[in-house]
């Protein structure tokens, strides 16, 4: 029929616009790759009303997904080489670690070894005391002798002398002062059996350096086979037994590692001819600062 035939031209007439249609599309699509042959990225990127068509999106999801592709492989890199890095930081630390345990293991024993090796010294210590107490009093009769420094601290060594220090000598009252006062007592102490060879030395701090000889038995043990002795006046200025007691009832407490420290460096700087203050060396407690 008549109707029948209208609709069928109807029908096609609109199939032959749409081919039109979607063939202009692909031609104009097909434009926005660009004259060079490259892929057309700068037509894709300015040709932002194409992207709807089939072609530019299939063109824009290739590059999308190469360059993401390639950040993905990027950042698979750089975590493995962060991994390395730091698995490498923890075996040398560890490393560090376990060397410095050795080393510190290694000289808190021999620290405590040493120690206990100058054990036997201290009665000869303790009747060094008592005889200068009872030598001084011959001069100053109300005196009283302490033992400070590094026997009184527990920081003892090999070669470490033994401090002594005279109170109430009242040596401004005697004549050429300090040094006086120990000319005085040097001259007593060198008719003494228990000492020998007491010698002033005049410094800073003026003293008298001596030596307590020991018996056979016992003379291994300091580095100079005598006990030696550094004795000193209290003039009221006298700091040596107050940094005792700071460095005995304060630091030695709260840095267990003092001790040992303390005591390798003396024995380094002894090595060296450097551990009296008197000849140009470190005196024990500025190596107590120091350490």
Do not use: N
């Not at 037509?43 to 194409?50: F, H, N, Q, V």
């Amino acid at each position: 029929s008549e109707a029948a035939m209208a609709a069928a031209a109807e029908a096609a007439a609109a199939e032959a616009g749409q081919g039109c249609s979607s063939a202009s599309d692909d031609a104009d699509s097909d434009a926005g790759e660009g004259a060079d042959g490259t892929g057309g990225i700068t037509g894709l990127l300015g040709a932002s009303p194409r992207l709807g068509t089939g072609l530019a999106r299939r063109q824009w999801a290739a590059f999308a997904s190469g360059i993401g592709l390639r950040l993905s492989e990027e950042e698979m890199e750089e975590r493995a080489r962060r991994r390395r890095l730091a698995s490498d930081a923890a075996r040398g630390a560890s490393a560090r670690a376990e060397r410095l345990g050795r080393i510190s293991a290694g000289v808190e024993a021999w620290a405590t070894a040493t120690q206990e090796s100058l054990s036997p010294l201290h009665a000869w210590v303790a009747r060094s005391r008592a005889a200068l107490q009872v030598a001084a009093a011959r001069i100053w009769p109300d005196c009283t002798v302490e033992v400070y420094g590094s026997w009184a601290a527990g920081l003892q060594a090999h070669h470490s002398d033994v401090d002594l220090l005279v109170r109430g000598a009242e040596p401004g009252s005697c004549a050429g002062g300090m040094v006086g006062a120990l000319r005085e007592l040097a001259a007593l102490l060198g008719g003494e059996e228990w000492i020998s060879q007491p010698t002033l030395v005049s410094a800073r701090m003026p003293l008298i350096k001596a030596f307590a000889p020991l018996p056979p038995h016992l003379a291994p043990l300091p580095r100079s086979g005598r006990l030696a002795l550094d004795i000193s006046l209290d003039d009221g200025g006298h700091a040596g037994a107050s940094s005792t007691a700071f460095t005995k009832d304060v630091l030695l407490p709260s840095l267990p590692a003092l001790r040992p420290l303390v005591l390798v460096l003396k024995s380094l700087l002894a090595s060296r001819g450097l551990s009296d203050g008197y000849t140009g060396g470190l005196t024990g407690y500025a190596i107590v600062l120091m350490a």
